[in-house]
């Protein structure tokens, strides 16, 4: 029988196979600008939204009345844009690469 050689020498013992160690967490700065301009978009949009009731006026409950401002382009338009847009750019912040 012929000599058996093996494939790994003693100058090999010990190493580990080079791998490289850099950052492998998905996320990088980037994405969490994108996920901050995101959060505050969602945040002002929820603010714009709040605001008294539609039965308070002058900051007193009464029932027999009826406040319109519930009805407000602030309130039913600017504000639920705000939110969605906040929600496309945390979309958009997820799924951006490095």
Do not use: C, H
Not at 1 to 16: R, V
Not at 17 to 43: D, H, P, R, S
Not at 59 to 81: V, Y
Request: proline share 3%; hydrophobic share 45%.
């Amino acid at each position: 029988m012929g000599k058996q050689t093996n494939k790994f020498s003693a100058a090999d013992f010990g190493k580990e196979t080079e791998t490289t160690n850099e950052n492998t967490f998905y996320f990088g700065q980037q994405n969490f600008k994108w996920m901050l301009i995101g959060l505050a978009f969602i945040v002002v949009g929820f603010l714009l939204m709040m605001g008294p009731d539609a039965n308070t006026i002058d900051g007193k409950l009464d029932p027999n009345s009826w406040n319109e401002d519930i009805f407000s382009i602030r309130r039913i338009r600017i504000a639920p844009l705000f939110i969605v847009i906040g929600f496309v750019i945390e979309v958009y912040a997820i799924l951006k690469r490095k």
